[in-house]
């Protein structure tokens, strides 16, 4: 929840212009809704592709102030967030929640980017595993080969959200290792060598190149540093 309209408008202009295709991978943004349509048609001829912060887990219906996949969908979203550790913790959302809304985004058609992770007190009282892994099963639960083709997982300590603190690449190395055989257990061992796994929380210019040679972290979700096009171009090309 952040930028005024002409600054998002400047920062779209900066990525439109900077952004190249075939050359600095796969970059999306998730502006707030009342900029998606104006952004997404910016974008349109970009290598930047434009997706929901959440959606609604219904298609329809009188539920004021909510946003549809399908509402998405027709504005030139390709996809949406579900599970960010903001609407887990904040508007608490279940994981029965973000399961329905994962359902949502693909029954309109869109890819959804899974967000897991766990809090301060969890990590310390060494769940982390535990509850990463429940927060999978139940987002993935019968979902079929096909459908994983969507799906991208994000893993955010929520500890590391806006605190300043990140997970050292070590830290962050050894959950999306498990996060990856768990989806080789649930799925196919094909599957999870295919699903892309980001790693979010406090990532900058910094630390993004030493998170992204990790093996298995696939790109970054980026938070406060994605309001400013120097340091947020500066992390897309990290890999460049």
Do not use: A
């Given at each position: 929840m952040n930028l005024s309209w002409p600054e998002a408008q400047e920062l779209g202009r900066d990525l439109r212009n900077k952004v190249r295709t075939n050359v600095d991978g796969q970059v999306s943004i998730c502006p707030p809704y009342p900029y998606l349509a104006p952004l997404a048609r910016l974008l349109e001829e970009s290598a930047v592709e434009v997706g929901g912060q959440d959606v609604d887990s219904e298609d329809s219906g009188a539920r004021t102030g909510a946003v549809s996949g399908g509402i998405l969908k027709s504005i030139g979203c390709t996809f949406t967030l579900v599970g960010h550790s903001e609407r887990r913790h904040i508007f608490q959302d279940t994981n029965e929640v973000v399961a329905a809304k994962l359902q949502a985004?693909?029954?309109?058609?869109?890819?959804?980017?899974?967000?897991?992770?766990?809090?301060?007190?969890?990590?310390?009282?060494?769940?982390?595993f535990e509850v990463v892994l429940h927060q999978l099963n139940v987002a993935l639960e019968g979902l079929t080969a096909q459908q994983m083709d969507r799906i991208r997982i994000a893993y955010e300590p929520v500890w590391a959200i806006g605190t300043g603190l990140v997970a050292t690449p070590s830290q962050a190395q050894e959950v999306h290792a498990r996060i990856r055989g768990h989806l080789a257990e649930l799925f196919s061992p094909t599957i999870a060598e295919q699903t892309q796994i980001q790693y979010g929380g406090s990532v900058k210019p910094a630390n993004s190149a030493e998170l992204m040679s990790q093996p298995d972290i696939d790109g970054v979700l980026v938070g406060g540093a994605s309001l400013h096009s120097d340091s947020f171009i500066s992390i897309i090309r990290t890999r460049s």
């Open positions: 985004g693909l029954r309109n058609d869109l890819d959804v980017i899974l967000c897991v992770g766990e809090t301060q007190n969890e990590r310390e009282s060494n769940r982390t």
